[in-house]
């Protein structure tokens, strides 16, 4: 799938929770709810960071370009380091590493824990990482179209507005955790959801992803996980614009209602 379509289901999939946690009887604090789709929209992002070209690695500039080359390279290394014998070497590491289900808990665990040990600067950089790439996903015509710079301000304010509003009692700063020195610790869950969801999407496509990485299929450990073939579609298909992009939008706008408590 492309970013944008990436970044709208995972906006979809965080209110699809919000919707179903308040079903349970255990509704989010709007701040939550807001932040967590913002934060999951940006993360549906991230596992592209292996590929120069992709919007996450443009987004911050020589530093977000730098990083993906180094992450390429470890992806590199390790899709060649534990490849099965039906497996060639690879040169490059795009839909490997970044791409797998054990990536999305490492990466949301990491988060969790620079949220809880870092304090309030850590909870605002993370914030702010995902506002932009939550920007340059969903608002990508407008992005393209203005500076860096001016995208990278809209994240920051963004980020400190959030985090007052999330830090005032009852609004949800110890939302799921509720012990002392825990608060924050679910900033993680909206991290790992848009990571599981954007190997999903890229399941669909021709490619597939080995999100069972590395479980071994067959006398492969990198088994490009998708569905029937004749299902499949190039990224950027029209089915992908037409099709899916709409019915995200529906089912967030109507999961984000019931989590609201506005429909029943």
Aim: net charge positive.
């Amino acid at each position: 799938m492309m970013g944008p379509a990436h970044s709208l289901s995972g906006a979809a999939a965080w209110l699809g929770v919000g919707a179903a946690v308040y079903a349970l009887g255990h509704p989010m604090p709007w701040p939550v709810l807001v932040a967590g789709t913002l934060i999951c929209s940006g993360a549906a992002l991230a596992p592209d960071l292996d590929q120069k070209s992709a919007t996450i690695s443009r987004a911050f500039g020589p530093v977000s370009r730098l990083l993906a080359v180094a992450i390429d390279k470890l992806s590199t290394a390790v899709f060649n380091a534990t490849r099965g014998k039906g497996e060639r070497k690879r040169s490059g590491g795009h839909r490997t590493l970044t791409h797998t289900w054990i990536w999305a808990v490492f990466i949301g665990a990491g988060f969790s824990a620079l949220a809880v040990f870092g304090g309030r600067w850590a909870v605002l950089g993370i914030l702010f990482v995902h506002m932009v790439l939550a920007v340059e996903g969903l608002l990508w015509r407008a992005a393209r179209a203005s500076s860096d710079a001016l995208v990278w301000l809209l994240g920051a304010a963004g980020a400190w507005i959030l985090a007052g509003v999330l830090d005032r009692p009852g609004n949800g700063s110890d939302w799921l955790f509720g012990a002392p020195g825990q608060e924050y610790l679910w900033l993680g869950l909206p991290i790992v959801l848009g990571a599981v969801v954007h190997t999903i999407g890229d399941a669909l496509t021709l490619s597939g992803c080995p999100v069972l990485w590395p479980l071994p299929i067959g006398d492969r450990r990198w088994y490009p996980v998708g569905t029937p073939s004749f299902l499949r579609f190039p990224a950027g298909h029209w089915v992908e614009n037409k099709v899916l992009m709409p019915a995200f939008g529906v089912a967030g706008g109507a999961g984000g209602l019931y989590a609201l408590g506005f429909v029943s």
